[in-house]
């Protein structure tokens, strides 16, 4: 019986890796083979077309035909290259793989025609260089002079700071440097049928405020009642258009710059004018305070005054808000009265007695019913004639009655009377005469600066053996004659005498007679005179 020796699994194993990396090898060969054969094709399809290209432009005055944008022969190129290429190939070639395209790009002065070989390279012809070349493919990238909205060009620069477009492939078309909040754009196109790029740049604007902002020392008149326009922001973005500001008060907004510009905060101010409030007028001597009272009807105060003493004044200011008028303001207190006449023969507290007035007119049948002060009488007589005029005394009536008061004309008769009537008057003076409206005496007509004549006074005092080298003021005169009986009291007039020697002032009893006299004595005549 024959035995028959059978294959290790081991030696089975070999001979199939033999044979695969044989068939491998055949495999790779084969394909390198059609590869090869493939691009040589490719590169002769692109001669070929090149070929035509160039008779086309010897034709037409060197233009090539125009595809701006890269197209595939036999694909999606516009007819008018087909029919510009046609007159000079009976067919045009493709590419052979199903699927692939040779690629056609021109401005009509430049060309490139490409075809992609099987080892990813790509083989272009370049209408420049009339040579064709093989390279692998470059992406087009952005150059230095790109950037983002958050590192954009400041504002101030005015000008590409290199010309570095693309740091690889070509820019399309250089723009010029953008301006302050814009930007530019351009394409870094590939080289050898790569991928190109598009690139921008940005310039920063910085937000500026408008011409409707202003500062607490340039605010808005308080008249004003609107804006004057609606340039909120010179440049940038305005955050927000407030309305306008109300009277003693501001509004904000931001003007906010763009690509990464400075933003700017805004304010608009409106100016109060300060007031001067109630507690502006004059009060009564009676008063005692303000009471309630408005200082500032509106600003601010600058301090809260005392009250101001009688005859004084306070004052105080009213602020004005942002840039607003300050008021000035004044309160003031008035006198008591200088001088007044009552009834009686006794003053009011706060008084001292001046002098006494009474009446003694003339009577007449047209005066019934009328009220008169009589001057003279003896004992509890009226003087019925009632020729004396009117006059102040600086003693009081010597008659018993001088506290009877008025009595009709009809009434006065030599006989006693009864007196109702009201009682004589009294002039009083203002015991503490404020330092500001004090009085004086002066000799001569004329008040000193800063006063006004208030009475004239004169003396005609009874004279006698005793008054000898005592001076006296004498009222009645005619032209140059004195009365030497000197007989009427001393008395204060609202006019000056009217003597012409009224001047001559006080003479000694002993030189008053009839006769005529040259007024040559001392001092003029007095005048009482009030503080202006």
């Known amino acids: 019986m024959s035995q028959h020796k059978a294959f290790t699994l081991i030696e089975l194993l070999v001979a199939i890796s033999i044979v695969g990396i044989f068939v491998s090898f055949i495999f790779i060969q084969t394909n390198n083979a059609i590869n090869s054969s493939n691009d040589a094709k490719r590169k002769a399809d692109i001669e070929l077309l090149a070929s ?14 125009v595809s701006i944008t890269a197209c595939t022969i036999n694909d999606n190129c516009p007819s008018e290259i087909d029919s510009a290429l046609s007159p000079f190939l009976d067919v045009l070639p493709s590419d052979p793989n199903a699927g692939k395209h040779y690629i056609y790009q021109s ?22 260089t009339n040579q064709a070349v093989t390279e692998a493919p470059v992406t087009g990238v952005c150059g230095s002079l790109s950037n983002t909205t958050s590192t954009a060009y400041v504002q101030g620069v005015t000008e590409w700071p290199s010309s570095s477009f693309c740091s690889s492939g070509n820019v399309v078309s250089a723009p010029t440097f953008p301006a302050a909040g814009s930007s530019a754009t351009w394409t870094c196109s590939g080289m050898y049928l790569g991928g190109s790029t598009d690139c921008t740049a940005y310039h920063a604007l910085n937000g500026a405020c408008g011409s409707i902002a202003n500062t607490s020392s340039t605010a808005y008149a308080q008249s004003a009642s609107s804006w004057p326009s609606t340039n909120y922001c010179s440049s940038g973005t305005a955050s927000s258009t407030p309305t306008f500001p109300g009277i003693g008060t501001y509004v904000s907004w931001n003007c906010t710059g763009a690509y990464g510009g400075d933003n700017v905060s805004c304010n608009a101010y409106h100016a109060l004018n300060g007031a001067c409030g109630s507690a502006e007028k004059s009060y009564s001597y009676t008063d005692t305070s303000f009471g309630s009272v408005v200082f500032c009807s509106s600003g601010i105060i600058s301090a809260t005054p005392s009250f101001p003493g009688q005859g004084g ?64 009488c003896s004992g509890d007589y009226w003087d019925r004639s009632c020729t004396i005029p009117d006059t102040w005394s600086s003693v009081a009536p010597s008659c018993g009655l001088q506290q009877c008061g008025r009595v009709s004309c009809s009434e006065i008769s030599c006989y006693p009377v009864t007196c109702t009537a009201s009682p004589d008057q009294v002039k009083c003076l203002l015991t503490n005469i404020p330092p500001s409206a004090g009085e004086q005496n002066v000799a001569g007509s004329t008040c000193p600066a800063g006063y006004h004549a208030l009475v004239y006074h004169y003396s005609s005092s009874t004279c006698s053996t005793s008054c000898t080298n005592n001076y006296y003021w004498c009222s009645e005169c005619s032209g140059g004659s004195w009365d030497s009986s000197c007989t009427t009291p001393d008395a204060w007039s609202s006019a000056p005498p009217t003597c012409s020697y009224f001047q001559a002032g006080r003479v000694n009893c002993s030189e008053i007679t009839k006769n005529y006299l040259t007024c040559t004595a001392g001092s003029p005549d007095r005048v009482r005179c009030v503080k202006d």
Request: net charge negative; aromatic share 14%.
């Open 107 to 128: 401005n009509g002065t430049d060309c490139t025609i490409s075809a992609v070989l099987s080892t990813g390279k790509t083989y272009q012809y370049s209408c420049s």
């Open 313 to 376: 004044s306070s004052s105080w200011s009213c602020a004005g808000a942002y840039n607003g008028i300050t008021d000035s303001c004044l309160a003031t207190r008035t006198y008591p009265p200088l001088e007044v006449v009552v009834a009686g023969t006794t003053c009011p507290s706060g008084y001292t007695f001046m002098v006494y007035h009474y009446s003694t007119q003339s009577c007449g049948t047209s005066c019934t019913n009328n009220y008169y002060w009589c001057r003279e």
């Open 52 to 65: 035509a290209v160039v008779s086309y432009s010897s034709e037409n005055y060197s233009t090539k035909p």
